[in-house]
Each structure stands twice: as structure tokens, then as C-alpha cells.
């Protein structure tokens, strides 16, 4: 009993060891905005996309400081990355231009959050489609990615909320199918599931009158997706993300 109470500890040490050797934690690894684009005159004043990320302090001491470097970058044609701010200053998009260069962000206080902030221009005329932008954030001890999407299409934003009842997709995590439900009201018409890269990896028909359908995965590779969910006249009604165990 003594032994078995003993290796217990142990386990218990070596794990919050393990935890508490993380220098931070993002806020979200994965963040996705909807958008029908904007008239550009004043890009990042008034009409960019803007993410607000953060990278928090997990260290109970000062952070004295944290590297960031985009590691992907793919837009539709006609948009553009106006602005990327992070602890130490916002730097202008002009200043991204692969290869990317390694960026050093300003120190973190014990308790505070470094910025991860990118805004992305996406012009009403320019290409309707979805953006990635992917970052690679690190220190000595830890190392993450924060990937910001942008989805832009002919009619707007969604027209539902994410977590509006009218439309449920579950199990989710799943393994070899998605049940898709989508009330009649909403005019479903076609399904489509797009990868963390922004490539669309499936896409079939919402059958017509149906209110429930069901969504093959067994064929993804394990990982973040996200399944649209669009209307009749090709309007996003939703996008929902789930992962593929």
C-alpha cells in the first residue's frame, strides 16, 4: 500500500513538473472569422479583419521574452496582411516576405499576456475564398502555433451564430462520420470541409428537404478541420469546427 501511495506522488510530481515547465499558453490556438470584405481605403484603420491572440505567461516570473515567425501564409488573390503586432510593436505587412524571418517580442510581466494580433485586408472586389495564416510562437521550454482563418464569401458573414441549435454536427471529436443537422428553414444545399492548411478537403450536396445528413471522414487524417454549411444562393450559413480523431 505504502508503495503503491508512493509511486502515486511520484506520477503527481513529474506531472505538474511537466505542466508548470510551459513558459505560456496561447489564448486560442485556432481562431476563424467570417467576412463579405470592405471597401479599402484606410486598410488597417477601419477595414482589416483583426484577431486578437494572446501569449500568457505561465512562468510565475517574468517572461523575459518570446520569438514568433509566420510559417504560412496563403491568401486569395487581392488580400493582404496589413499589420502584425505583438508585444514589442506592430510591424507593417510590407515587412513580411517569405522567406519569413525569426521576430523577437518584448518581455511578459508574471500574470500579463504578450500580443499576437494580425490584421488582414480582404477588399470587397478581391477573390472570395479562405485565408491562413500560421505562426510559430516560442521560447526555450515551449513551443505552439496559432493559425487565424478567414473565411470570404459573395453574401457576408454567417448567417447564424456557432452555437445556434438550428444546426448541430456531432460527435464531435469523431472518427468515421459527422451527422450534419440542419433545419429546412435554413435552405441547406451543400456541405464542404476544409482543412487547418485551408484546402477543401470534401464537399457534397445537402439533399434537398432532407434536415440531416450524413458526412464521411473516415479518409481525413487525424487533426482540426472545419465543416461550411451553405445555403441555397451560396451563402455561409455556418461553420463549425471539429476534430478528426
Known sequence: MFKKLLLTAILFAVSFTFVSAQDFVLVADTMHKDTSGSAVTNPCADHSVFFYNYVKNNTGATLTEYKWKII??????????????????????????????????????????????????????????????????????????????????????????VNDARVNVYPNPANNALLVYAEKSLNPANISIVSITGQTVYSTVFNTGKEAANVSISSLTKGTYMIRLTDNKGQLITARKFIKE
Open 72 to 161: 504560412q501564409k496563403d491568401f486569395p488573390f487581392g488580400w493582404s496582411l496589413c499589420q502584425f503586432c505583438d508585444n514589442n510593436l506592430c510591424r507593417p505587412g510590407t515587412d513580411f516576405s517569405a522567406p519569413y524571418a525569426d521576430i523577437t517580442a518584448g518581455s511578459v510581466n508574471a500574470g500579463d499576456s504578450g500580443l499576437m494580433e494580425p490584421a488582414i485586408t480582404v477588399p470587397a472586389d478581391a477573390d472570395n475564398g479562405v485565408g491562413i495564416l500560421r505562426v510559430k510562437i516560442w521560447t526555450a521550454n515551449t513551443t505552439d502555433t496559432a493559425t487565424f482563418i478567414v473565411n470570404k464569401t459573395p453574401t457576408g458573414i454567417s448567417k447564424i451564430a
